[in-house]
């Protein structure tokens, strides 16, 4: 029986062959395509290192840079080329360049590609490697100088490292004037290399699958990243690929007002939208359930696309939340996201490893807004975020996400709309009374069980947060502008002050 190892020959980049289901298919040919600078030549020095390490001799023909400047790059990622992967620098012998051939009535081309032909297959039988790579295309076409003869070529290469088994790599940096078409009916596979330049920050990079014969595989853009250690890709998050067993039990905040008005608390499994404008307090919410989540024994995992991480610290020690205490622990883990930076497919990666990998049953992403800015250029946002909300609801993580919206008072509105993806919504507004700028909470939705649904006044003092009860002499206060209808009495802080005087 042909085990997977066997039948598959791996590209040593994880992504990648998750994506690929597997590798690729040994024997076979495949194309490797993209632009300069798209990361083509590290995922084949890649694909050559991981056969050195089960053992499999390597053969790299270079026809485009030098074998100097081939090792060069491969040192700069820390990847180094040993004695089982041999570099072939291939140029035309100096015989075809002088004076006599070039006024020989045999055109020059012809003998080139021939004799390039000829020194690869010698080259071939000499080292008689497991898995070869080409690079590049660009230079056999441009010795072709035509469409038919440049396929009878690549089908002639086919044919040979077919009957000798190996596994190989072409590459093809699509300089050509014209997109031809003419490898990808020949070869195995396509996988196709994309870099897309932002108008600010860095460059974003996305593969695709284009064609895989008698291979399922997955579909559509995946974002990847070339850093030293070489190329990472992050594989599109499809939420039905992911299920787990858990209990779909009700957890709170720390906070037994806030618990009282969401209903008892927030289901495990479940997200949780906190929409209102600037200075709310929606990160101090969110940051309650992680604090309780810790207190509980779980682990949280906390993204922060807009604050500093020191002023959030500061900020929120002398309300009792010590997230640097906790970091230290071990029990959270909270990163900074640097939104030109990094590609929404990166980012659902490092979430998906604190879940998987480091078992934390609380996220908490502050805020969509800064996730938004990470694909300014990107059409499918509500997609990305539905899949990651659908990935954590099924691994039985509490989701908290928050969205500032645009305004402070009256007709507010938020920059994207997912609200219909949460399944519970926490509305928090500032109302004026009384001569005071004030705030007020509300649940607006929740998907799993019942909820308040009163308007509470809240503070921020530093006892933490403090919900009041239900303002139900005020009629607007969702608006900003209420009108009170009731008797006069002290609202929630003249209340603190009395009892504290």
Known sequence: MVTAAEYKAE????????ILGGGLSRGHVFLLEGSPGTGKTTIALQFLLQ???QGERGLYITLSETE?????GAGSHGLTIDETIKVFELVPPESILDDAHQQSLLYSADLELGETTKMIFEMFEQVRPDRVVLDSLSEIRLLAQGSLRYRRQILALKHYFAHQGATVLLLDDLTADVLDKTVHSVVHGVVRLEELAPDYGAERRRLRVIKYRGQAFRGGYHDFAIRTGGVSV???LRAVEHRSEFDRQAVGSGNSELDALLGGGIEKGSSTLILGPA??????????FVDSAIKRGEKAAVFVFDEELGLLFNRLKPLGIDLEDMREAGVLHIEQVDAAELSPGEFAHRVRERVDFAQAKTVFIDSVNGYQAAMPEENSLVLHIHELLQYLNRQGASTFLTVAQHGLVGDMKAPVDVTYLADTVLLLRYFEAFGKVRRAV???KKRTGAHEDTIREYTISGAGLRLGGPLREFQGVLRGVPTFL??????LDEQEGKQNS
């Open 11 to 18: 590209t040593g980049i994880e992504g990648l062959d998750e």
């Open 51 to 53: 056969g050195a390490r």
């Open 68 to 72: 100097h400047e081939l090792r060069q």
């Open 234 to 236: 992050f594989p599109r």
């Open 279 to 288: 200075g709310t307090g929606k990160s101090l919410f969110g940051m309650n």
């Open 442 to 444: 509300s649940v607006i």
């Open 486 to 491: 009731g008797q006069a009495k002290p609202l």
